[in-house]
């Protein structure tokens, strides 16, 4: 292939608006595009899948904790782990569905089951928590049935099915939670793919970051010590896991900069806030509650601002064509690789 | 047991989707040294296929004014009109001021137009730098120019100027991220090695948009479901060529079988070079590139990203096994987390 057309291309220091923070080595944004338009279409999911992104990982850490309290123990943070991975789950399918071009068609999606569509797969995994989690959360009702006849039974059957259920779920919580960084990853969504190896480790944290929160705010004070172990495990694993993100090279630009940069940050920051209160609090409820808030918020905060750094990079050409351009210069075509 | 190369690398993708004797893979060449813009392909496209109107607004891109591929056009003409040197030939414009055909100010407002294509995300804006840097073409350094070209230098430092016309199209792709991404089974191969969306099926999910690398596949506002190019299924089965192709007056659109078009590619591309056209070169018709080869290919006569297409693509579903090696550490490093946190000491 000849050289000779090859577009001189303007040299531009190209990092979008300033921003202070780290220097990041980004390549100058000089590159050729068709009037500037976008190679990508930009994700058409709305801010239901991100809203799904914190919800589905709040039902997943709760059903996690939810089991951790039934094994321990603990039956006040277990009611409340219980009650918020179901009211999490539904929520999540209440967006899915929503998020729909077709929502009267969602059972379409369990005509096949593909591996290689982390969507199918989710909803598998969804199908499998989804009711697992109802039982566990509706066998807490089991205190205000009558002491006898047929209610009766089943307010004796309930706690063992109820247990059953919790661990069921528990054991469906972690895919829950994971699968959803490939969701996003198996993408040509340039910031969402080449994050592959962070974002389950990201959502993971933020998960179960999100679901300490909900048990600090809500369960008994007396119970809540294993949730900060918990948060700090969490914000190890998101900080830890998520380390990279930024470092990508160009694409990893959306992550430090712009709406979506500030976003990221603002869960970081959260995050540490919310588990360092969780730490160094013994006894005030209100500490906790605080922590709790700022632990929830977290997770929101990084959700929406991952989301957005995808849709950030598909809008811009530069983020597509920068990357594969510079492949391109440096090793030749694909091919072959 | 799936082929070694189903997610990655050469494959011949109607057997590796199960047909038994599946008949030999069709496709497109588009050649578009010898496109004229007439647009015929996208009207013809519309007409058989049903389509809707796509907007009808100026958009500032040329002669282009449908945007982009999308739910509503199944084919797309690009133009770009790029001063360039004529360097075998007396300067056609002698004496009359010649330029970029755009000035960067005017690309950068003409990056803010867009159209109600009827579908989402159909035609986003651009990116008003990007368009400006585009708008001057290869010989464009950065300026904005108040005057002429040649005023400064001479009339021999003066620029021809040329179009490039584009018919563009769905892929088809070997690996198709779209299909594979696809929860429903909407999206299927054919028997011909096509891809083609059943929109019976199809719920709306979005999931084949941001899967596509070439930002093909769209969704129609109005029924939510996605659509694009089916290399007119309907008309392959009765052995009838595709609308636009048939359409096509110069045969820039070329359908047939994908090995023949490969080696009718190849001796077009070297007739062209022995002529004095060193830029031609193919697009997508590499069985090793990233997609494994395109089904619809291109001759382009500029670098991809000119047309607005990706200059390397990689079908992200090369790296599944991987993220979802990582999604199992992560869910594992979240399960033992919990454990370890319940275990510890009660205070």
Redesign the interface.
């Known amino acids: 292939m000849t050289d000779t057309t090859r577009p001189d291309r303007q040299r531009q220091a190209g990092r979008g608006r300033g921003h202070g923070g780290e220097q990041l080595t980004v390549p100058p944004a000089d590159f050729s595009s068709y009037y500037g338009r976008p190679v990508l279409k930009p994700p058409v999911w709305k801010h239901d899948i991100a809203g799904y992104l914190f919800t589905g990982g709040l039902a997943a850490g709760s059903a996690l904790i939810g089991a951790g309290a039934q094994l321990t123990g603990r039956p006040g943070l277990r009611t409340v782990s219980r009650w918020t991975a179901l009211g999490g789950v539904a929520a999540s399918t209440y967006l899915l569905v929503h998020d729909l071009g077709r929502p009267a068609r969602f059972h379409h999606m369990l005509r096949v089951a593909k591996l290689t569509s982390p969507m199918s797969v989710g909803t598998w995994i969804l199908a499998a928590f989804g009711p697992m989690a109802g039982v566990a959360a509706v066998a807490e009702l089991a205190p205000l049935l009558p002491q006898h006849g047929a209610l009766g039974l089943a307010r004796r059957l309930a706690p063992p099915v109820g247990d059953i259920a919790g661990l069921a779920a528990a054991a469906t919580a972690p895919a829950l939670a994971t699968y959803t960084g490939v969701l996003l990853a198996d993408t040509a969504v340039p910031s969402w793919h080449d994050a592959y190896p962070s974002l389950p480790f990201v959502f993971a944290g933020s998960a179960l970051a999100a679901a300490s929160g909900v048990g600090l705010i809500a369960a008994p004070a007396a119970e809540t010590a294993p949730l900060r172990r918990l948060a700090v495990a969490a914000a190890t694993i998101e900080l830890v896991g998520g380390r990279r993100m930024e470092r990508l090279g160009v694409t990893g630009e959306p992550y430090a900069h712009g709406r979506s940069g500030r976003l990221v940050r603002a869960g970081r920051a959260l995050l540490a806030v919310g588990t360092v209160a969780a730490l160094v609090n013994r006894r005030s409820r209100i500490l906790s509650a605080i922590s709790g808030a700022a632990l929830v918020a977290s997770s929101v905060a990084t959700r929406f601002g991952v989301f957005e750094a995808g849709r950030v990079s598909a809008r811009d050409p530069k983020y597509t064509v920068l990357p594969q351009r510079e492949r391109l210069d440096q090793h030749g075509p694909t091919a072959g690789r | 047991m799936p082929h070694a190369n189903s997610?990655y690398g050469p494959l011949d993708p109607a057997p590796d989707a199960g047909y038994v004797d599946a008949p030999p893979r069709m496709g497109f060449f588009t050649d578009t040294s010898v496109c004229i813009g007439c647009k015929a392909c996208e009207v013809a496209c519309k007409e058989w296929n049903l389509v809707p109107e796509s907007g009808r607004d100026l958009l500032g891109?040329s002669y282009?004014n449908t945007?982009?591929l999308t739910a509503n056009s199944w084919r797309h003409v690009?133009f770009?009109e790029q001063p360039?040197p004529a360097g075998w030939a007396t300067p056609a414009f002698l004496d009359t001021p010649d330029g970029p055909p755009v000035s960067p100010a005017t690309?950068e407002v003409?990056?803010h137009t867009s159209t109600d294509t009827g579908t989402?995300?159909g035609?986003?804006?651009?990116?008003?730098?990007?368009?400006?840097?585009?708008s001057g073409?290869?010989?464009?350094?950065?300026m904005p120019g108040a005057h002429p070209p040649g005023r400064g230098s001479g009339a021999e430092g003066r620029t021809d100027f040329r179009w490039l016309m584009m018919s563009d199209v769905c892929k088809h792709c070997t690996h198709a991220?779209c299909l594979?991404?696809?929860?429903?089974?909407?999206l299927f191969r054919t028997e011909f090695g096509t891809v083609v969306v059943q929109e019976d099926?199809?719920?709306?999910?979005?999931?084949c948009?941001?899967?596509?690398?070439?930002?093909?596949?769209?969704?129609r506002k109005d029924?939510?479901?996605?659509w694009k190019c089916t290399l007119c299924y309907d008309r392959l089965g009765v052995g009838m060529t595709p609308a636009c192709a048939q359409a096509c007056p110069t045969e820039s659109i070329q359908y047939g079988e994908l090995e023949e078009l490969r080696e009718r590619a190849a001796a077009r591309v070297a007739t062209l070079h022995e002529r004095g056209v060193?830029?031609a070169?193919l697009y997508g018709h590499?069985p090793?590139?990233?997609v494994g080869g395109d089904g619809a290919f291109f001759l382009l006569?500029?670098?991809p990203?000119?047309?607005?297409?990706?200059?390397?693509?990689?079908v992200?579903?090369r790296?599944?096994p991987?993220?979802?090696k990582?999604?199992?550490?992560?869910?594992?490093?979240?399960?033992a987390?919990?454990?370890?946190?319940?275990l510890?000491r009660?205070?």
């Open positions: 997610l891109m282009d945007g982009a690009a770009v360039r690309a003409a990056a989402y995300p035609l986003p804006s651009g990116s008003p730098g990007a368009a400006a840097r585009m073409g290869s010989e464009f350094l950065g991220a594979d991404v696809c929860p429903t089974g909407s099926i199809c719920n709306g999910c979005g999931y948009i941001s899967a596509c690398p070439y930002g093909v596949i769209d969704q029924d939510g479901r996605a060193p830029e070169r590499d090793d590139d990233g006569l500029d670098e990203e000119v047309y607005g297409l990706p200059p390397d693509p990689v992200t579903t790296d599944l991987a993220m979802w990582r999604a199992g550490l992560a869910a594992m490093t979240m399960a987390a919990t454990a370890v946190a319940f510890g009660r205070p």
